[in-house]
């Protein structure tokens, strides 16, 4: 079955360094979206990305995130300068279909610690 | 805006009890989606159930059922006979048709099936 996959699963850093968050999402996928759930709470929609641009994104996405797809297959997630409050599980998704239509597959996350 | 409401923050069962799950969902919106994400304690997301805002008919799935009430804007999920690999975070979401599509999600339930 496919799936959305995400690299690193796990990664420690310390304040103030940028950080890369990569995910491969479905291949056939149009749509794609990184969400952020801080340890114990409630999963948050960050930003969503359609046809090479950002379609709607959240006020927790400031200027020090950023998004890209830089090879048609992989689609980023940047952090320039990461914050301790920016430690959290970041979410991939993907989804085939605009609306509710498309059933939206999550990646299995990768845990950010900034220390 | 759209808001997700899920009232039961923690609830604990014996296995084989049968136990609901409270969603209560907001939207100004008259075509919209609702979900059901199960987070084990592994932490990824798994899909259960999607429903939209024309189908008010209930769903069972094995031991898993849904009942969608557009009356009350509820979805609440029932787990029949529990078992303690149901041990998990329930996340109920709503997605909109406008505005990127994202899912706006509650803040969780935490279920402990105990023997």
């Known amino acids: 079955e496919p799936e959305v996959t995400q690299t690193p699963s796990h990664q420690v850093t310390q304040m103030g360094q940028e950080v890369i968050l990569r995910c491969v999402p479905i291949s056939n996928h149009l749509y794609f979206y990184w969400y952020r759930q801080i340890l114990g709470q409630k999963v948050e929609f960050l930003v969503s990305?359609?046809?090479?641009?950002?379609?709607?994104k959240s006020e927790i996405f400031d200027d020090q995130f950023s998004v890209e797809r830089p090879d048609g297959s992989n689609f980023t997630l940047k952090i320039r300068s990461t914050k301790l409050e920016d430690s959290a599980m970041y979410f991939c998704?993907?989804?085939?279909?605009?609306?509710?239509?498309?059933?939206?597959?999550f990646g299995e996350g990768s845990r950010l610690t900034v220390l | 805006a759209q808001k997700v409401t899920q009232a039961q923050t923690e609830i604990s069962v014996v296995e084989k009890e049968d136990v609901t799950l409270d969603c209560v969902y907001e939207t100004r919106d008259t075509t919209y989606y609702l979900f059901w994400y199960k987070q084990p304690p592994s932490g990824e997301l798994v899909f259960l159930i999607r429903?939209?805002?024309?189908?008010?008919q209930n769903e069972i799935s094995g031991r898993y059922s849904w009942n969608f009430q557009k009356s009350t804007s509820s979805f609440n999920f029932t787990i029949t006979a529990s078992q303690v690999v149901d041990s998990a975070v329930y996340f109920c979401a709503l997605s909109e048709t406008g505005g990127g599509n994202k899912l706006t999600f509650g803040t969780g339930t935490q279920l402990k099936v105990e023997l």
């Open positions: 998704a993907s989804r085939r279909l605009a609306g509710g239509t498309g059933e939206l597959f």
């Open positions: 429903r939209n805002s024309f189908d008010e």
């Open positions: 990305f359609y046809n090479n641009e950002i379609s709607e």
